[in-house]
């Protein structure tokens, strides 16, 4: 009988504890463990359970997805987070970037309009905005992900081009979709809760024949966002799946995945200055202002987002010789990003007189790629050392339209360079607001329409890999992996002034390596030391990117990539009977040929930049009750050579923007009676730079979240969450010029989870 993925508990019985999803689902840097096989019910019941004693319960049984990963998790020499179904469920994740929250060492950046809005995760400093895949396969376009259809996460951190292809400067991050699977049962989950709250999830099994199996996942969902009056969002997704040969060694996987979402950008709050012109130049804490949480600066009868996801996936998988598997795997996806929003600028120091400037952001992206990826994993031996290895080919094409809105917003642009105390018509016609006292419902008085001229992106990718986990003993194993690449990309600009401005193009290639070595002591710890690269062409991103992935300019499209490499070591350990896991590594990523601009007209590869650290976790077991998960990440990122210039020179061993030094995650739940679990989670993370400079940041902070489980019987389990317990007003993202997102305060949730 399956287990069901809501959070059942049974303190009577320390056996009936093993088969609590939340007890037993844990990610931290390294390894996570693995839901338990048994069904809550079948726990329940004394005569069953008896039956959880063959179960094998580890810390490291729970893996990444990748067939690249050619070791067990205990054994791979890198640090991979993976998170859990069980874990996303316990926390109330609904998105990527709710979920990606639980892994100390990722921050998040805010967009605007050439930079898009969207998920942009950063890992260990670094952008991997286009370093996000799904099932392997890379998903491109600037989205907002859920997490209705998501088995598992993985993240992969430090460089690792070897293993997903260009850019993946700070890591990778791998969503592993829902499966059909061999038996029948359905989960449906219905969740209400303080502002607006209201969700609602199917995941259905069939089993057809012994041999076909079909999976049905959908989502339904609203809300409003806490402490931010006017902001909302809702959206819905359908994921269909059928598997042909199920349990036989030819087998054939077709899966489509929608996804709608509508929502009404949040505008944030407007940082304060420091200013460099005007009456107030030199002043300015360089922090959000000092306003009330709700205060919305956009036109919210106006701003909007719409993004919309169409993938259609075709796998196909044959096993052969015992020991060998071919997977071909065949995509091809469609999405779009579509919004205006209100940016509140302070680029003409309003905030000092008490105005805010709303600035007209807007961008009309669309995006299609296809793939085809073909992989062969097995294991076999020479004399006396086993080899499990992997190798593919893969081949991409990626094409994406970036348009803007022509938003014309009265009295125009040119009337006092957007300063509001020196033009009462900005006043008069809304375009400037109060800074404490905004009317988020002021009529917009102008007019907006698609531009109609898109930026055209083309890129094509070829790619060859190999990776063998060669094990000589039971004490020394050495992996190894490499890659080539082919990447070029296109792109026209209809709006070019000459025609070397218009036409730009790319054509590089390119090796990435992965070495690392492992000892095991004993069979339950593994100590190692790793070696890998990533590579960093220019146009990486195809049109959505920023900063290190920035898109193809006149002055970079010749450039080589740039190229990062990373030092790691780290070690293992599953203790307490194999309750608990421990890991830690201290590592060293560094860009010794970063881009830099010198002039408007030139940019070089002479920067370096480097970041240090260490990361520590543990998950499991302290006791049959006790349950821990949790991890910290110290970073040291530093901006060592930005390039010549004076300029550029006043940033040298400035941090870089969007990273913190310090992260840290816990979350522990202990069964206080047989049917019911509390929790309690604990998130900090300290200050976060908007820019080189380090003049503008958002403050450090920590959340507190609490949770409560409930197995009422053995259908329905009800699941109580109460986020930012202590409505702690903070921020969580910060543009580099001109704003910062308030996180949602404090929201209670409570979910009925059925089980069928």
Same mark, same amino acid.
């Given at each position: 009988?399956?287990?069901?993925?809501?959070v059942?508990?049974?303190?009577?019985?320390p056996?009936?504890?093993?088969?609590?999803?939340?007890?037993?689902?844990?990610?931290?840097?390294?390894?996570?463990?693995?839901?338990?096989?048994?069904?809550?019910?079948d726990?329940?019941?004394?005569?069953?359970?008896?039956?959880?004693?063959?179960?094998?319960?580890?810390?490291?049984?729970?893996?990444?997805?990748?067939?690249?990963?050619?070791?067990?998790?205990?054994?791979?020499?890198?640090?991979?987070?993976?998170?859990?179904?069980?874990?996303?469920?316990?926390?109330?994740?609904?998105?990527?970037?709710?979920?990606?929250?639980?892994v100390?060492?990722?921050?998040?950046?805010?967009?605007?309009?050439?930079?898009?809005?969207?998920?942009?995760?950063?890992?260990?400093?670094?952008?991997?905005?286009?370093?996000?895949?799904?099932d392997?396969?890379?998903?491109?376009?600037?989205?907002?992900?859920?997490?209705?259809?998501?088995?598992?996460?993985?993240?992969i951190?430090?460089?690792?081009?070897?293993?997903?292809?260009?850019?993946?400067?700070?890591?990778?991050?791998?969503?592993?979709?829902?499966?059909?699977?061999?038996?029948n049962?359905?989960d449906?989950?219905l969740?209400?809760?303080?502002?607006?709250?209201?969700?609602?999830?199917?995941?259905?099994?069939?089993?057809?024949?012994?041999?076909?199996?079909?999976?049905?996942?959908?989502?339904?969902?609203?809300?409003?966002?806490?402490?931010?009056?006017?902001?909302?969002?809702?959206?819905?997704?359908?994921?269909?799946?059928?598997?042909?040969?199920?349990?036989?060694?030819t087998?054939?996987?077709?899966?489509?995945?929608?996804?709608?979402?509508?929502?009404?950008?949040?505008?944030?709050?407007?940082?304060?200055?420091?200013?460099?012109?005007?009456?107030?130049?030199?002043?300015g804490?360089?922090?959000?202002?000092?306003?009330?949480?709700?205060?919305?600066y956009?036109?919210?009868?106006?701003?909007f987002?719409?993004?919309?996801?169409?993938?259609?996936?075709?796998?196909?998988?044959?096993?052969?010789?015992?020991?060998?598997?071919?997977?071909?795997?065949t995509?091809?996806?469609?999405?779009?990003?579509?919004?205006?929003?209100t940016?509140?600028d302070?680029?003409?120091?309003?905030?000092?007189?008490?105005?805010?400037?709303?600035?007209?952001?807007s961008?009309?992206?669309?995006?299609?790629?296809?793939?085809?990826?073909?992989?062969?994993?097995?294991?076999?031996?020479?004399?006396?050392?086993?080899?499990?290895?992997?190798?593919?080919?893969?081949?991409?094409?990626?094409?994406?339209?970036?348009?803007?809105?022509?938003?014309?917003?009265?009295?125009?642009?040119?009337?006092?360079?957007?300063?509001?105390?020196?033009?009462?018509?900005?006043?008069?016609?809304?375009?400037?607001?109060?800074?404490?006292?905004?009317?988020?419902?002021d009529?917009?008085?102008?007019?907006?329409?698609?531009?109609?001229?898109?930026t055209?992106?083309?890129?094509?990718?070829?790619?060859?890999?190999?990776?063998?986990?060669?094990?000589?003993?039971e004490?020394?194993?050495?992996?190894?992996?490499?890659?080539?690449?082919?990447?070029?990309?296109?792109?026209?600009?209809?709006?070019?002034?000459?025609?070397?401005?218009?036409?730009?193009?790319?054509?590089?290639?390119?090796?990435?390596?992965?070495?690392?070595l492992?000892?095991?002591?004993?069979?339950n710890?593994?100590?190692?030391?790793?070696?890998?690269?990533?590579?960093?062409?220019?146009?990486?991103?195809?049109?959505?990117?920023?900063?290190d992935?920035?898109?193809?300019?006149?002055?970079?499209?010749?450039?080589?990539?740039?190229?990062?490499?990373?030092?790691?070591?780290?070690?293992?350990?599953?203790?307490?009977?194999?309750?608990?896991?421990? #890991? =830690?590594?201290?590592?060293? $990523?560094?860009? &010794?040929?970063?881009? @830099? !601009?010198?002039?408007?007209?030139?940019? +070089?590869? %002479?920067?370096t930049?480097?970041?240090?650290?260490?990361?520590l976790?543990?998950?499991?077991?302290?006791?049959?009750?006790?349950?821990?998960?949790?991890?910290?990440?110290?970073?040291?990122?530093?901006?060592?050579?930005?390039?010549?210039g004076?300029?550029?020179?006043?940033?040298?061993?400035?941090?870089?923007?969007? #990273? =913190?030094?310090?992260?840290? $995650?816990?979350? &522990?739940?202990?069964? @206080? !009676?047989?049917?019911?679990?509390?929790? +309690?989670? %604990?998130?900090?993370?300290?200050?976060?730079?908007?820019n080189?400079?380090?003049?503008?940041?958002?403050?450090?902070?920590?959340?507190?979240?609490?949770?409560?489980?409930?197995?009422?019987?053995?259908?329905?389990?009800?699941?109580?969450?109460?986020?930012?317990?202590?409505?702690?007003?903070y921020?969580?993202?910060?543009?580099?010029?001109?704003?910062?997102?308030?996180?949602?305060?404090r929201?209670?949730?409570?979910?009925?989870?059925?089980?069928?």
């Amino acid at each position: 009988m399956r287990s069901p993925d809501f959070v059942t508990a049974a303190a009577s019985s320390p056996r009936r504890l093993l088969a609590t999803a939340l007890g037993l689902a844990f990610a931290v840097p390294a390894t996570a463990a693995e839901p338990a096989a048994a069904s809550a019910p079948d726990a329940l019941d004394p005569q069953k359970a008896t039956k959880l004693d063959e179960i094998a319960v580890r810390a490291n049984t729970v893996n990444a997805a990748s067939p690249k990963l050619t070791a067990p998790l205990l054994d791979t020499p890198r640090a991979v987070s993976v998170i859990p179904k069980a874990v996303i469920q316990s926390t109330a994740s609904t998105t990527l970037t709710e979920a990606l929250r639980t892994v100390p060492g990722i921050t998040f950046a805010a967009g605007e309009g050439g930079t898009a809005v969207g998920d942009r995760p950063l890992i260990r400093g670094f952008d991997a905005v286009s370093d996000i895949y799904v099932d392997g396969v890379r998903d491109s376009g600037t989205q907002t992900r859920e997490t209705f259809d998501v088995e598992q996460i993985d993240v992969i951190k430090g460089p690792s081009s070897v293993y997903t292809g260009r850019g993946s400067a700070g890591g990778s991050i791998n969503i592993v979709t829902k499966a059909p699977k061999a038996e029948n049962f359905t989960d449906a989950s219905l969740g209400l809760g303080t502002d607006n709250y209201k969700r609602g999830t199917l995941d259905a099994n069939y089993l057809v024949s012994d041999h076909i199996a079909a999976r049905l996942n959908v989502m339904g969902h609203k809300n409003d966002v806490p402490g931010r009056d006017e902001v909302w969002g809702k959206r819905f997704g359908i994921a269909p799946s059928v598997t042909f040969g199920i349990n036989t060694p030819t087998r054939l996987t077709l899966d489509y995945y929608h996804l709608n979402t509508y929502d009404l950008p949040d505008s944030g709050i407007p940082l304060d200055g420091p200013y460099t012109t005007g009456p107030f130049a030199g002043t300015g804490t360089g922090k959000p202002a000092h306003v009330d949480r709700n205060n919305y600066y956009g036109f919210a009868d106006r701003d909007f987002r719409k993004t919309k996801a169409d993938i259609g996936t075709v796998r196909f998988e044959h096993d052969f010789a015992d020991t060998f598997t071919i997977r071909n795997t065949t995509r091809y996806g469609v999405t779009s990003n579509n919004y205006i929003w209100t940016n509140p600028d302070d680029s003409s120091g309003n905030l000092p007189f008490g105005y805010v400037y709303r600035s007209a952001k807007s961008r009309i992206a669309d995006t299609r790629t296809g793939v085809n990826q073909t992989d062969l994993t097995g294991e076999f031996t020479t004399g006396s050392i086993k080899h499990n290895f992997a190798t593919g080919l893969e081949f991409a094409l990626e094409k994406s339209n970036v348009d803007q809105y022509n938003v014309v917003q009265p009295p125009g642009p040119g009337i006092a360079g957007r300063n509001c105390a020196a033009s009462p018509l900005f006043l008069s016609q809304f375009a400037c607001t109060s800074l404490q006292n905004p009317n988020p419902h002021d009529p917009f008085l102008g007019s907006y329409a698609p531009r109609n001229t898109p930026t055209q992106n083309r890129s094509f990718t070829r790619s060859a890999y190999g990776f063998d986990t060669l094990t000589f003993n039971e004490q020394w194993l050495l992996n190894l992996g490499v890659r080539y690449d082919d990447f070029s990309t296109r792109v026209f600009v209809p709006t070019g002034a000459t025609p070397a401005a218009r036409n730009l193009r790319s054509d590089v290639d390119f090796w990435t390596y992965q070495a690392g070595l492992v000892f095991k002591p004993v069979s339950n710890g593994s100590i190692y030391v790793s070696y890998g690269t990533s590579a960093n062409p220019s146009g990486v991103a195809n049109g959505e990117g920023s900063g290190d992935n920035a898109n193809i300019s006149v002055q970079t499209q010749d450039l080589k990539p740039q190229k990062s490499k990373n030092i790691e070591v780290g070690t293992k350990w599953d203790v307490f009977d194999e309750r608990l896991n421990l #890991t =830690a590594a201290v590592f060293r $990523s560094e860009i &010794t040929n970063a881009r @830099v !601009a010198i002039d408007a007209a030139t940019t +070089v590869l %002479a920067g370096t930049k480097r970041v240090e650290g260490i990361e520590l976790g543990l998950t499991g077991r302290i006791t049959e009750k006790w349950s821990v998960f949790g991890g910290v990440t110290h970073l040291n990122p530093v901006l060592v050579d930005n390039g010549p210039g004076v300029a550029n020179i006043a940033n040298n061993g400035n941090q870089f923007p969007n #990273t =913190a030094r310090n992260s840290g $995650s816990l979350w &522990t739940t202990y069964a @206080v !009676a047989r049917r019911i679990t509390v929790g +309690v989670g %604990a998130f900090a993370i300290d200050k976060q730079y908007g820019n080189v400079q380090n003049t503008k940041y958002i403050p450090g902070y920590t959340r507190f979240d609490a949770m409560a489980a409930w197995q009422v019987n053995d259908t329905l389990n009800l699941q109580l969450n109460v986020q930012n317990l202590t409505d702690k007003k903070y921020y969580d993202k910060i543009y580099s010029s001109h704003y910062a997102t308030v996180a949602p305060g404090r929201s209670a949730l409570i979910t009925a989870n059925m089980h069928f």
